[in-house]
């Protein structure tokens, strides 16, 4: 469950994981740039040219599920490692992006928009 790991944890768990299989020597911000990106692809795949209401059915079939969050665990994955080896505090990120991203996107002109803040 997502409430019983802290993301320091989940980093430390990926960090080992690769210790043990000796992948730091493939592991530098770019080969895990492209890593996050292709896995980001891989997880778009299953929802290529398919409309809301089958890509609703997607996530009521089991098996599509596992295969959705199988994706998004890599990319996760990726997002985890990187952080961890170039020492980027995610949850500190995350929150300054938020409060940038609450400036570019004020709810009064943004609420129920999908403009770039630039359009606003």
């Not at 596992?66 to 995350?94: G, H, P, T, W």
């Amino acid at each position: 469950m997502d409430h019983e790991r802290s993301v320091a944890e989940l980093k430390q768990t990926v960090q080992t994981f690769c210790e043990d299989r000796d992948w730091d020597q493939f592991h530098d911000a770019k080969e895990l740039a492209i890593g996050m990106c292709t896995e980001a692809g891989e997880l778009l795949q299953h929802f290529r040219f398919l409309s809301r209401e089958q890509i609703s059915e997607l996530f009521e079939n089991s098996e599509k599920m596992e295969m959705i969050s199988s994706e998004l665990a890599d990319v996760l994955f990726f997002a985890l490692r990187f952080s961890q080896l170039y020492n980027i505090d995610l949850s500190k990120a995350l929150r300054d992006k938020i409060s940038k991203n609450a400036l570019k996107y004020p709810i009064e002109k943004s609420k129920g928009c999908n403009l770039k803040y630039s359009d606003l």
